[in-house]
Structures are given as C-alpha cells and as structure tokens.
C-alpha cells in the first residue's frame, strides 16, 4: 500500500491570502521574500523560527500566517510516519516534498519563479504552482491534469523504486499537450478572436471590460 503524506497548505495558492495581506501591509509581495523562504521559516525544521524577520514586521507576521498550520501538518506526518513504520507493506509517498519542490521527477527539472513557487518543466515550459500556473486548477486546490499526471508519476516513481519494478510514468508530454487549463491552452484559447471579451478571459488577463473583480474571484475560485 501507498499512502501520500499531506503538504504544507502554505504552498496552495488558495490558502495563501493572510500572509498576502500582511505582506500588503508594508507594499510587500511574495517577489518581495519568497513564499519558500516563508514556509520553510515557519516549518518544523526551523521551529517555527519567524523571528528570523526581525528587521520587517509585515514579514514576520507573514511567516506567522503559516507557522500555526505548518505545526498541525508537520505533527500529522511525523505520527503518520510512526504509524507506517509499523507496517512493513505500507510505505509514504512524498507529496509534501513534490509541491515544495524538493523532489525529483525522473526526467523532468525543477526550477523556482521570483516568487518562490516551484516549477516543474515539462517539455520545455514551465508548469509553477502558482495561480493559473498549470499545476492547479481554476480553484487553486485541485489539480489540472498535467498536476495530477505529475502527482501519479511521485506515486508510480515510489512503487518502482520500492519494488522493483519497471511500470512507466505518465507521457506528462502528452498529457499536458491535451490539458485545456495548461498555461499555453489558456493563452491560446483568450487569444482567439472573440475569446477576449468573454468574462473567463477578462478574469485572466486582469482587463476588467464587464466584469468585476469580485465576480473574478466566484468565476476563478
């Protein structure tokens, strides 16, 4: 059997908007210190070590924003790891060091953006886990589906390596080739004529023709 441990929640966009407001605060954003540098101060190996930004407030209160729940999801996976250890059939696939971008893929590289999110580069483009960056989906939580072909390949990766067998990855190629909400397809479908007044396309591109942000956020969200 194998199970997947649970990310730090900090690294879905989603969740993501009390350490962007405290940023705000101080006309900061997460160009202005990564989200890596934030999440791994709040994290377990650090012990929630916040106090690193001494020097700026709206920083520190950022790293704060994650710390509490860092502390949950970090305490859930050190008991779900003594739990498996007493189980010589159940083993731990990493999904928390896939969306932090501390595993590798076979085949693939993996980059960071200015803002701290990782990428996972696919043939040749870039899939961040970001908004609208190709990992997640419209609601910044589930998966698009060159995401969850990335998240089958740690699962696939995991057994062979455990087993030692030989069952192929995902064609992420392919797969992302035919995903509508890959950051390509999104460019091309919005770049279409007549696709740019439609109100999924006005949310994108930020070009409020007639539509409102708040609207954008029920469309995208």
């Known amino acids: 059997m194998f199970l997947a441990d649970v990310p730090h929640i900090s690294m879905f966009p989603s969740n993501q908007q009390g350490a962007l407001n ?3 605060a101080c006309g900061e954003t997460f160009g202005t210190v990564s989200l890596q540098t934030l999440d791994q101060a709040a994290s377990a190996s650090n012990s929630y070590d916040c106090s690193t930004f001494t020097t700026d407030t709206c920083q520190k209160n950022a790293c704060s924003a994650f ?7 970090d305490q859930f996976n050190a008991e779900f790891k003594q739990v498996v250890a007493q189980y010589p059939n159940v083993h731990i696939v990493p999904f928390d060091e896939l969306v932090n971008g501390q595993l590798s893929l076979s085949g ?3 980059t960071f953006d200015a803002h701290g999110f990782p990428e996972y580069i696919v043939a ?3 899939l961040s886990m ?3 960056g190709g990992f997640y989906s419209l609601d910044d939580l589930h998966l698009t589906n060159t995401g969850y072909a990335i998240l089958a390949s740690i699962f696939v990766q995991q057994i062979n390596q455990t087993l030692g067998t030989n069952v192929p990855l995902p ?5 992302l080739a035919g995903d509508p909400l890959s ?5 091309d479908y919005c770049s279409q004529r007549g696709n740019g007044q439609k109100l999924f396309c006005q949310c994108i591109s930020g070009n409020y023709l007639s539509v409102t942000t708040f609207t954008c956020s029920t469309i995208l969200y």
Do not use: E, M, V, Y
Not at 67 to 73: C, D, E, K, L, P
């Open 67 to 73: 710390a509490s729940t860092n502390q949950r999801i």
């Open 108 to 110: 693939q590289k993996i």
């Open 130 to 132: 970001s908004h609208l």
């Open 124 to 126: 040749g483009i870039p």
């Open 22 to 24: 405290q940023l705000a």
């Open 183 to 187: 950051p390509p397809a999104i460019s």
């Open 171 to 175: 064609d992420l190629p392919s797969i």
